[in-house]
C-alpha cells in the first residue's frame, strides 16, 4: 500500500512513518514539503503522488499556543485540514485524521463514547473538532481517530519527566485521561487502514487515571524518590482550559478491528523497557 504520511516531522506523524515504512510505501511529508494551508498545492501533490490513503497527522499541536493564536490554529487545524479532505474526495482516497480527546468538553465521569456530544472547552480542542465535521460533511471514505496524551517518539513527556532533577515537577491539571504509547497507535492504525469500516474512533490504552498519577507510576518504576504536584489551570495566567474528564471507551475499536487496546499500566511498562535513565 503507498500512504502519504502529513505532519511527518511532529512526534506521531514521525513515528508512523517510520512503523507503515515496515510493510507500506511510505510518503512522508512536513510543513517544510507541504503547506497544508495551501489548496492547490495540496491537491496538485495528492494527485501527483496518488496515494492508497492520506493520513493527516499535521497541525499546531501545543495547547496554550493554541489559545493565544485563535486565528493560526483554525488556520492550520481546520482549514489546512479541510484542503486535504478535499483532495481526498476528489480523487476518492480515504483520509485518516489524528484527532483528540480534547474534542470532548470534559463534563462526563464516565467514558466517552464516539457518539457522545462534543463540547470542546479550548481552542485547539474547538479546532480540532471544526475540522472533524468538514471531513464528516465532504468525504465518504474516512476514519477519524481521537487519541490522548500519546507517549513514546521523540517528544515525550515521560522522557522530559525523567530528565529533570530532583526537584519537585509540576504538571498542569490533574485531569483524568488515557494515556497512550505512540506503538500501540500506530498498530492500529496499520489494522485500521486496511479496512473500509469507516468512521470516527476511540483510540486510547485502556484504564482511566490523572496525569499525576501516570508520572508517579513512572517513577515507582524506576524506583526514583519524585514529587509529582498537579498544578491548577486557574493559577497560571495565558493557559488554555483543559476539560477535567476525557477517558474515552474503546468499544467500537475492538467491536469493528477486534483491536483490543493494552491497559495503560501495561504499555508504560512495555515503553519504559525500551528506555534507559541516568
Known amino acids: 500500500m503507498k500512504i502519504m504520511v502529513l505532519g511527518s516531522s511532529g512526534n ?9 515504512k515496515k510493510q ?13 494551508t495551501d489548496k492547490d498545492l495540496v491537491l496538485q501533490q495528492v494527485q501527483s503522488y496518488s496515494p492508497d490513503v492520506v493520513i493527516q497527522a499535521a497541525g499546531l499541536s501545543d495547547i496554550d499556543f493554541c489559545e493565544n493564536h485563535e486565528t493560526e490554529s ?17 480523487l476518492s482516497i480515504p483520509i485518516v485524521y ?7 468538553g470534559g463534563e462526563k465521569h464516565s467514558p466517552y ?3 457522545d456530544k462534543c463540547t470542546p472547552i479550548n481552542i ?3 479546532s480540532k473538532l471544526a475540522a472533524e465535521k468538514l471531513i464528516r460533511t465532504i468525504c465518504s471514505k474516512y476514519f477519524i481517530i481521537r487519541t490522548s496524551w500519546c507517549f513514546g517518539g521523540n517528544d515525550c513527556y515521560i522522557k522530559k519527566a525523567l530528565s529533570q532533577s ?29 479496512s473500509d469500516f469507516y468512521g470516527v474512533y476511540n483510540c486510547v490504552n485502556e484504564g482511566a487515571v490523572s496525569k499525576v498519577d501516570v508520572i508517579k507510576y513512572v ?14 489551570t486557574e493559577a497560571i495566567t495565558n493557559i488554555a482550559p483543559r476539560p477535567s474528564y476525557t477517558a474515552m471507551n474503546t468499544c467500537l475499536l475492538y467491536n469493528c478491528f477486534n483491536i483490543k487496546m493494552p491497559s495503560w499500566q501495561d504499555s508504560v511498562k512495555n515503553y519504559l523497557g525500551t528506555i534507559s535513565i541516568k
Open 12 to 20: 506521531i506523524g514521525n513515528y508512523l512513518s517510520n512503523y507503515l
Open 24 to 36: 507500506h510505501q511510505v510518503i512522508a511529508l512536513d510543513k517544510d514539503n507541504l503547506d497544508i
Open 74 to 90: 483554525y488556520t492550520v487545524n481546520t482549514l489546512g485540514t479541510l484542503n486535504v479532505a478535499y483532495a481526498c474526495n476528489s
Open 98 to 104: 489524528i484527532s483528540s480527546a480534547y474534542v470532548y
Open 113 to 115: 463514547f464516539e457518539t
Open 124 to 126: 485547539y480542542g474547538k
Open 166 to 194: 530532583n526537584t519537585p515537577i509540576f504538571l498542569i491539571s490533574n485531569a483524568v485521561i488515557n494515556p497512550t504509547y505512540i506503538e500501540d497507535l500506530c498498530s492500529s492504525v496499520s489494522q485500521i487502514i486496511a
Open 219 to 232: 517513577f515507582e518504576y524506576f524506583n526514583l524518590q519524585k514529587n509529582v504536584l498537579p498544578l491548577a
